[in-house]
């Protein structure tokens, strides 16, 4: 039997659903009576790559006699329609559906006629039943979590053994170091019970991957050089304990590798945000709301200064965190979303990412959206229209509030600075960021991933141009745009990758006057109208104060990576021109006496700039 297992991702980025057909297709050549019957064929595609008739085509080629769809909010529409073209064109095959969407609201796909059978819950001895019933000409019906087409209420399958599931990664079915990096479950199930989320509604309750098998996949991520590593784990340091075990494997057997993680504050203390800093990784954090009556009407509890409390613990020891905030909440109305807003960027985070509620099938928010007001599409992705709080009106003005955060504080990687310029202006962030939502709207700038860093930082510049003097503020200008100069530079730095430098041997060698030198790509150049040094070493900047201390006077950097860090050198105008002036063509001793550099001077900075790699030889 050939079976085909279809992914169809959102992005061209890291995703659940190849992995969870990797998982299928593991249970299904673990199982003896199967593996030497069938050929499991896992293809993935995007929702932009072609459209439903070309990427039947490319399904029909592995001549299969079941495909499977792993099904989520956001391909839901691409994998009906795939499915439609499948069933026009070999009617005898066939087809089914898995997946979180399946599993909340079958009726839709078994209603089409297009889908013969869904698999709800977990799927891996679900469908290895069917195989085995399917190769004897047995029919599927009763196998539990199976749905046919006019069946209701699937009976639920045991949870599956997962110590007994086979790895993808170390069975080889998934390559962990494909680009866009690896996706890595260490547990199923959720120990909460949010409304608007339905993790926690699978058989089985929470349960967790074994250390032993932990330990060798993160060992095969260091050996790889896997780049990422996306953990899936509704809350990672639910237990302090064994959170705290993984980190230290990770630090120890995994030091390269990035980490994403999804964490509740409630759970860090002292030593796991040590933890979390001393390896290379961002936490995302579900505050969803900071309206305890709000977060309280969805199952969720909240004590601002407990929260507080936690993330300053992170902001201390220096780890990467951000924050998901939800509008449309039941009880959420524009004025709590907006302090939520203010409180959540008071606290530092490096990012925020903000949606309107989705009533997603199968939550507890579902079934009693018609009690609470809740308006929303029957179709993905299900974001309310309406409530109770939020006319259509307001949750259009709520998410252009969140396009503009997302472009000017999270894209533009402005934590450093953004609560020194509110500050200076005197305005609350939500103040600020609608009135770069009105600089925007007048620009005709959308919120588009298309933007550029570079594009974003011009926004950043030009709106602030326009702001400062607005608010009478105009003489803190020049130095909120070295703080936005400075760290846009420094992201850049952080994210270059360093050159390898010549050795002190081959430095040695070099002809240093007389060699043709290349700035490198990872060396930045800027002016400032403050000398830098004075603005990095005050900290946080109170801009009133540091105005009143310190005079305008222009300043000249590199700002380079190296040594693992962000390295910044304030330089004399001369040294700067001869920087810029490095092309690979000229020779930098002429360079130097046209830019009235002595020798020996000039001499001693080259050797400097190449053997930090600011500069190369061309």
Excluded at 133 to 157: C, I, K, N, T, Y
Excluded at 202 to 217: A, C, D, N, T
Excluded at 299 to 314: C, K
Aim: with cysteine.
């Amino acid at each position: 039997m050939n079976i085909t297992l279809v992914s169809i991702h959102p992005h061209r980025s890291p995703q659940a659903v190849p992995l969870a057909c990797a998982f299928l297709k593991g249970a299904l050549l673990a199982d003896p009576p199967l593996k030497d019957s069938l050929r499991v064929e896992l293809l993935d595609f995007f929702l932009d790559e072609a459209p439903p008739e070309a990427l039947a085509e490319a399904i029909l080629k592995q001549s299969p006699d079941l495909v499977g769809f792993s099904v989520y909010v956001w391909n839901r529409e691409q994998a009906a329609a795939v499915a439609s073209q499948l069933k026009t064109r070999v009617p005898s095959l066939t087809l089914f559906a898995g997946g979180a969407e399946p599993t909340a609201n079958p009726a839709p796909l078994l209603q089409s006629g297009n889908f013969d059978f869904v698999i709800t819950g977990e799927g891996e001895s679900s469908l290895v039943e069917v195989v085995r019933r399917a190769l004897r000409g047995a029919d599927p019906a009763g196998v539990p979590g199976l749905l046919l087409p006019g069946e209701h209420s699937p009976q639920l399958p045991s949870p599956v053994d997962l110590p007994a599931l086979p790895s993808p990664y170390l069975t080889g079915l998934l390559d962990p170091s494909i680009p866009g990096g690896a996706l890595w479950q260490l547990s199923r199930g959720c120990d909460f019970a949010c409304a608007f989320c339905f993790d926690h509604k699978g058989g089985g309750g929470v349960r967790r991957f074994p250390m032993e098998r932990i330990e060798q996949e993160l060992k095969l991520f260091a050996r790889l050089g896997v780049p990422q590593v996306f953990v899936l784990d509704s809350t990672f340091n639910k237990i302090p304990s064994r959170a705290k075990e993984i980190l230290r494997l990770i630090a120890k057997l995994a030091p390269g590798v990035h980490f994403h993680f999804e964490v509740r504050s409630e759970f860090i203390d002292p030593e796991m945000a040590e933890l979390f800093a001393s390896i290379t990784c961002s936490l995302q954090i579900g505050l969803q709301s900071a309206d305890p009556q709000v977060l309280h009407a969805v199952g969720r509890g909240f004590d601002r200064e407990d929260f507080s409390y936690r993330v300053s613990l992170l902001n201390r020891s220096g780890a990467i965190f951000g924050f998901d905030l939800i509008y449309g909440l039941p009880g959420d109305t524009p004025a709590t979303f907006r302090d939520s807003l203010d409180f959540a960027l008071s606290l530092y985070p490096n990012h925020l990412d903000i949606f309107p509620l989705a009533v997603l099938p199968g939550t507890r928010l579902y079934a009693k959206a018609a009690q609470l007001g809740l308006e929303f599409p029957d179709r993905p992705p299900y974001t309310v229209s309406a409530t109770p709080g939020f006319s259509r009106e307001e949750l259009e003005e709520a998410g252009r509030l969140a396009a503009a955060c997302d472009i000017f504080y999270s894209r533009g990687k402005a934590v450093a600075w953004f609560n020194s310029v509110t500050g200076a202006l005197k305005l609350s962030p939500c103040q600020l960021l609608q009135a770069f939502a009105g600089f925007l709207a007048k620009k005709g700038e959308a919120a588009e991933a298309s933007l550029t860093e570079e594009e974003i930082w011009e926004l950043q510049r030009g709106f602030l141009e326009e702001i400062f003097p607005q608010r009478k503020k105009g003489r803190l200008l020049p130095l909120a745009l070295d703080l936005v100069d400075y760290h846009h530079l420094y992201a850049l730095a952080l994210l270059a990758p360093p050159p390898k430098p010549p050795t002190p041997r081959e430095l040695k060698r070099l002809d240093l006057l007389r060699r043709p030198l290349v700035l490198a790509s990872s060396a930045f150049l800027r002016s400032f109208n403050y000398e830098i040094l004075d603005i990095l070493e005050s900290g946080e900047i109170d801009l009133a104060a540091f105005a009143s201390c310190f005079r305008p006077a222009t300043s000249y950097a590199v700002v380079y990576p190296a040594a693992g860090e962000v390295c910044t050198e304030s330089i004399s105008k001369p040294y700067f021109e001869l920087l810029l002036r490095l092309d690979g063509k000229g020779e930098p001793g002429k360079l130097c006496r046209g830019l009235g550099i002595p020798t020996d001077e000039a001499l001693s900075f080259l050797e400097f700039v190449v053997s930090e790699g600011i500069a190369l030889p061309a």
